[in-house]
């Protein structure tokens, strides 16, 4: 049997639990050097050893928005203070018959929609007529420029099953739904 002899004890450097401000403002690996005044990385880029920088608190917030043992100024100037205002859901104006739009929607699904399949044709149509476009700005955006694409077709004469009366098209023209949309687009 050979005895081992252990040779020198190699010094396993070992990590701190919080890393230094110049490690974490870099973003590296925080390790204590051979002396106990500095990192490794503080001691090769001559740089201070400092633990500055503030610690936040770990874990859930509680519900309330405060930390516990944590105080929170009051401010009592009553100009900093302000009254939320009350402000009505946003309602579109009315620019044609819910016929209307839900008869150029069908024409944009037999006319357009072949071409440029843009919508859902059964998530659009369902929307449309529950009124959704009256009450939604993007909803009322979308079915605006799905009205003002049909009604052109209609007016160019690009309808070939005569379901519709074209008539009534010619009362709600393309330009009258084109204009609305770009107002809600962001």
Same mark, same amino acid.
């Given at each position: 049997?050979?005895?081992?002899?252990?040779?020198?004890?190699?010094?396993?450097? =070992?990590?701190?639990?919080?890393?230094?401000?110049?490690?974490?403002?870099?973003?590296?690996?925080?390790?204590?050097?051979?002396?106990?005044?500095?990192?490794?990385?503080?001691?090769?880029?001559?740089?201070?050893?400092?633990?500055? =920088?503030?610690?936040?608190?770990?874990?859930?917030?509680?519900?309330?928005?405060?930390?516990?043992?944590?105080?929170?100024?009051?401010?009592?100037?009553?100009?900093? %203070?302000?009254?939320?205002?009350?402000? =009505?859901?946003?309602?579109?104006?009315?620019?044609?018959?819910?016929?209307? #739009?839900?008869?150029?929607?069908?024409?944009?699904?037999?006319?357009?929609?072949?071409?440029?399949?843009?919508?859902?044709?059964?998530?659009?149509?369902?929307?449309?007529?529950?009124?959704?476009?009256?009450?939604?700005?993007?909803?009322? @955006?979308?079915?605006?420029?799905?009205?003002?694409? @049909?009604? @052109?077709?209609?007016?160019?004469?690009? #309808?070939?099953?005569?379901?519709?009366?074209?008539?009534?098209?010619?009362?709600?023209?393309?330009?009258?739904?084109?204009?609305?949309?770009?107002?809600?687009? %962001?």
């Amino acid at each position: 049997m050979s005895s081992m002899t252990p040779g020198p004890a190699l010094r396993k450097s =070992r990590s701190i639990a919080r890393a230094c401000d110049f490690c974490h403002g870099r973003g590296i690996r925080c390790e204590s050097g051979e002396t106990s005044s500095s990192c490794r990385n503080c001691t090769l880029y001559a740089e201070l050893y400092t633990y500055n =920088r503030h610690v936040k608190k770990r874990g859930i917030r509680p519900r309330n928005g405060q930390a516990t043992g944590d105080s929170i100024k009051t401010t009592t100037d009553a100009s900093l %203070l302000t009254t939320p205002s009350i402000t =009505r859901p946003w309602q579109a104006e009315q620019i044609a018959s819910r016929a209307v #739009i839900m008869d150029l929607v069908d024409i944009y699904f037999q006319v357009v929609y072949p071409i440029f399949p843009f919508f859902h044709q059964p998530t659009t149509i369902h929307n449309v007529s529950r009124g959704e476009h009256q009450t939604s700005k993007s909803q009322f @955006a979308v079915t605006m420029a799905m009205c003002a694409l @049909a009604s @052109a077709r209609a007016r160019d004469g690009a #309808i070939i099953n005569h379901q519709w009366d074209l008539s009534v098209f010619s009362k709600a023209s393309s330009e009258t739904f084109s204009w609305q949309p770009s107002q809600f687009c %962001l």
